[in-house]
């Protein structure tokens, strides 16, 4: 059971470069989220999608754009990297928006923007 | 708006000894889950254990149990017979917070990293 799974792993690129983050999931959960997470900072959410069809911003949505191709598929594209946007991004979703649904994450990626 | 905070950036604790990792809280809901999640180095997010601002009983999870004081917005994670393995960061996170859109947003703290002693 693979759960969540994010490509790529790794990347680098230069300012002002476009990439696409991608995120699947196979437990047939209703909701994704996007987080970036940043030392002392926690995991901060990007955007979020409750169901197949929808988005919504998060704390920190500037500088990102989402797509929820279907209810497997959520991808966050960064159309002009910035240096700021260096951080490790984790793809999660959960079975609903209920008080006791927690979230399932997939392994991150590790972007760096030079 | 609602606020995770977690005050011990780091915790060492000896192997075979209990740990106990501080978490506060702050929302206007009434209704609310509390979420402890697991970091090792290897950079995952793993779920630990959940507990809703309505249940009575503190939730436990083999050596994990969470201290829930809901008057003081508390809901510490104690980590029974410390293993070398539990060494990590913890999270800790809320659920609540209807959006505009009707949907409940998941906050999370900034972490406090554990460190088991041999």
């Known amino acids: 059971n693979a759960g969540v799974t994010q490509t790529p792993k790794f990347q680098v690129l230069k300012t002002g470069q476009s990439m696409t983050l991608q995120c699947a999931q196979d437990?047939?959960?209703?909701?994704m989220y996007w987080y970036r997470q940043d030392p002392g900072m926690g995991l901060r959410l990007i955007y979020y999608?409750?169901?197949?069809?929808?988005?919504d911003k998060g704390e920190v949505p500037n500088g990102y754009n989402v797509s929820r191709l279907n209810k497997r598929e959520f991808s966050l594209r960064l159309e002009s990297a910035a240096p700021s946007q260096t951080s490790v991004y984790f793809c999660?979703?959960?079975?609903?928006?209920?008080?006791?649904?927690?979230?399932?994450f997939g392994n991150g990626t590790r972007l760096t923007v030079t | 708006a609602q606020k995770i905070t977690q005050t011990q950036p780091g915790m060492f604790v000896q192997e075979k000894e209990a740990v106990t990792l501080d978490c506060t809280y702050d929302t206007s809901d009434q209704s609310y889950g509390l979420f402890w999640y697991k970091q090792p180095s290897s950079g995952e997010m793993i779920f630990l254990i959940y507990q809703g601002s309505y249940d009575e009983q503190n939730a436990t999870e083999g050596r994990y149990s969470l201290n829930f004081q809901k008057a003081r917005k508390s809901a510490n994670l104690v980590i029974s017979a410390s293993q070398l393995g539990d060494s990590a960061m913890y999270f800790c996170?809320?659920?609540?917070?209807?959006?505009?859109?009707?949907?409940?947003?998941?906050?999370f703290g900034t972490g406090t990293k554990l460190q088991v002693i041999p």
């Open positions: 437990m047939n959960h209703n909701s």
């Open positions: 999660a979703s959960s079975e609903g928006a209920g008080l006791n649904s927690p979230l399932h």
């Open positions: 999608s409750a169901s197949e069809g929808t988005t």
């Open positions: 996170a809320m659920r609540g917070s209807f959006s505009s859109g009707g949907y409940q947003k998941v906050t």
